[in-house]
């Protein structure tokens, strides 16, 4: 068994490797795809005079592309080589997103512009995942994703509030941001490896292929852990303001302070992913992960104040931050390199679903109330949280084949 670094040589180890930085960097300014635009909603609707369903298209037209993309994109990815698509979807990433800046469109062709930027963000934001698991192995490999949530997390935190203040001078500034891209397909294409078509068995690294390991019970739960994971936290993102504002007569600014907490929570503690993995293992992060995400739900609406909130909030970033980095591992440790990419993308399109299908969260909100949605929520938490307590064992035997 290799015997595993010290974090802070781990760390010092990653953060010295072109390699693994061009990933962190490329992952963080791929976020910005979502995060910049999120708390301009209120701006497109007065600017394009639509209502807020209306303007929340300019995130849906988004996150859509990569549910139905991502699979083909790992597979083809597996064949050809994941740095062509990596440099294609970020200057796909980087050109879409920039023209409406400078073209100012109206909303339907914003909306085709967002469409596009999203295809090019399904072809290289999962890629960043499978080639850390291409890169690394056993702690490095859970150190280095565990970074890359933490640049993930502090876009995350940052993003939101340069969108905003950009937008408060011009609606079209913000896109402005999307520059920055560009220059990153020049590093991804100088400092990245590729895998291709020599490295990898072409006929294990289909669709096909990744579809018949969703039969193994064991994966299947990593990717729905996944899911589920992003279900509950846009859910949360999106009504814990609401809770606030209803329950103790906060501003919406409270709100997105205590959404930027969590975020920076869970970048600080993903940071950490090393050494958790060295201190706990593999299951232990995600049992607990879910185990804070159903307590949060449960004890929420019975907050009796703000504070109560914030520490709740802290509780639950810590919770996530174990949660997040772990999963991704669970997936790219036990794959094959052939079709690690394929699975990786199946993870990515999960993740998207879970973002797609937190709406459903509103309809327990109007028909139910608040309290019921943080409820079903902790319902929701408890399903991978009992199936992973009772099948630890399984995954402690997994194996690439």
Do not use: C
Request: aromatic letters at 16%.
């Amino acid at each position: 068994m290799r015997t595993m670094p010290g974090n802070d040589i781990l760390q010092l180890k990653l953060f010295k490797d072109n390699r693994s930085v061009v990933l962190f960097m490329t992952s963080f300014f791929l976020i910005m795809g979502s995060q910049l635009l999120v708390s301009v909603i209120p701006e497109f609707m007065l600017v394009f005079n639509v209502n807020e369903s209306s303007a929340g298209l300019i995130i849906s037209f988004f996150t859509l592309p990569p549910i139905f993309l991502s699979p083909f994109i790992g597979k083809y990815a597996g064949i050809y080589g994941r740095k062509i698509f990596m440099v294609s979807g970020t200057l796909l990433f980087g050109i879409a997103g920039l023209i409406p800046a400078v073209l100012e469109p109206s909303f339907k062709i914003l909306l085709i512009f967002r469409l596009l930027q999203g295809i090019g963000f399904a072809a290289a934001m999962p890629l960043t995942i499978t080639l850390i698991g291409d890169l690394y192995e056993s702690s490095e490999e859970v150190a280095a994703q565990g970074f890359r949530v933490f640049f993930i997390g502090m876009g995350g935190f940052i993003f939101p509030i340069v969108g905003s203040s950009l937008a408060a001078v011009k609606w079209n500034y913000p896109f402005f941001s999307y520059l920055i891209a560009i220059p990153f397909a020049y590093f991804i294409w100088t400092y990245l490896p590729d895998f291709n078509r020599e490295e990898v068995d072409t006929d294990k690294s289909g669709i096909w292929q990744g579809l018949k390991l969703l039969h193994n019970p064991a994966l299947f739960m990593v990717l729905m852990a996944g899911l589920i994971r992003f279900f509950l936290a846009f859910s949360i993102r999106v009504y814990l303001p609401f809770f606030i504002i209803n329950k103790f007569g906060s501003s919406l600014v409270m709100g997105g302070i205590l959404v930027g907490l969590m975020a920076i929570t869970i970048s600080i503690v993903s940071f950490q992913a090393g050494l958790i993995a060295e201190k706990l293992g593999m299951i232990k992060p995600v049992i607990m992960g879910f185990s804070v995400f159903a307590f949060f739900n449960i004890i929420l609406p019975f907050s009796p104040s703000i504070f109560f909130v914030f520490i709740l909030t802290l509780l639950l970033g810590l919770g996530d931050g174990f949660l997040v980095p772990f999963q991704k591992s669970l997936v790219t440790q036990n794959v094959s390199k052939e079709i690690r990419a394929t699975v990786v993308s199946f993870n990515s399109s999960m993740q998207a679903i879970g973002k797609t299908i937190s709406p459903v969260t509103g309809l327990i909100v109007i028909k139910f109330g608040l309290n019921w949605a943080f409820w079903s929520m902790a319902l929701v938490a408890l399903v991978p949280l009992i199936y992973f307590i009772l099948n630890r064992e399984l995954y402690n035997i997994m194996r690439r084949d």
